[in-house]
Antibody, heavy 120, light 109 residues
Framework: QLQLQESGSGLVKPSQTLSLTCAVS??????????WSWIRQPPGKGLEWIGYIYHSGSTYYNPSLKSRVTISVDRSKNQFSLKLSSVTAADTAVYYC????????????WGQGTLVTVSS | EIVLTQSPGTLSLSPGERATLSCRAS???????LAWYQQKPGQAPRLLIY???SRATGIPDRFSGSGSGTDFTLTISRLEPEDFAVYYC??????????FGQGTKLEIK
């Protein structure tokens, strides 16, 4: 069973870059069948898909965030990362990493989430 | 761009009652790519249903999913106290590739 754990800075200043990492255990990030995703949830609001990286390295981003998002993989550490540039208060949210089962597009394993606050 | 609209926004029911939650898509969604999640306060979402009607591992059989095209339903046959939470539907494959509904809050009456 996969386990995912987010880590990174919980406080980011406006205009700076948010950086988070998701460590994967219980399976290889390089194995086929899964994509590795980021999803966020502003306080008191719903879920927003940010993007994912396929095991091949291909990336797919939400068009609303595409210009500011980079998702990458570090296979040697079995982890993947999120960078979101030029943040504003609207980017304050709980950020989740999750595994996307590629055959039918559902998120079956989730990290516990990490709150990132954008504030000076 | 596909939009998922969930109704009602809030559903007030008592334990033992039947809950019916709706998810309507602005365009047709492949049934293979429609999932439902449950989220409790302070927790990550939990997968309940995938492929519109398949229960995820460990999900009780009181949870069932149905529907096709643009109309999908999550049914909880007899509510247990632990079922009161927020429920989200999610589609995959149509632009913007992955979308969640805005959620239905199931609260105790």
């Amino acid at each position: 069973q996969l386990q995912l754990q987010e880590s990174g800075s919980g406080l980011v200043k406006p205009s700076q870059t948010l950086s988070l990492t998701c460590a994967v255990s219980g399976g290889s990030i390089s194995s086929g069948g899964y994509s590795w995703s980021w999803i966020r949830q502003p306080p008191g609001k719903g879920l927003e898909w940010i993007g994912y990286i396929y095991h091949s390295g291909s990336t797919y981003y939400n068009p609303s965030l595409k210009s500011r998002v980079t998702i990458s993989v570090d296979r040697s550490k079995n982890q993947f990362s999120l960078k979101l540039s030029s943040v504003t208060a609207a980017d304050t949210a709980v950020y989740y990493c999750a595994s996307l089962f590629s055959l039918d597009g559902h998120f079956d394993y989730w990290g516990q989430g990490t709150l990132v606050t954008v504030s000076s | 761009e596909i939009v998922l609209t969930q109704s009602p926004g809030t559903l007030s029911l008592s334990p033992g009652e039947r809950a019916t939650l709706s998810c309507r898509a602005s365009q047709s969604v492949s049934s293979s790519y429609l999932a439902w999640y449950q989220q409790k306060p302070g927790q990550a979402p939990r997968l309940l249903i995938y492929g519109a009607s398949s229960r995820a591992t460990g999900i009780p059989d009181r949870f069932s999913g149905s529907g096709s095209g643009t109309d999908f339903t999550l049914t909880i046959s007899r509510l247990e106290p632990e079922d009161f939470a927020v429920y989200y539907c999610q589609q995959y494959g149509s632009s913007p590739l992955c979308t969640f509904g805005q959620g239905t809050k199931l609260e105790i009456k």
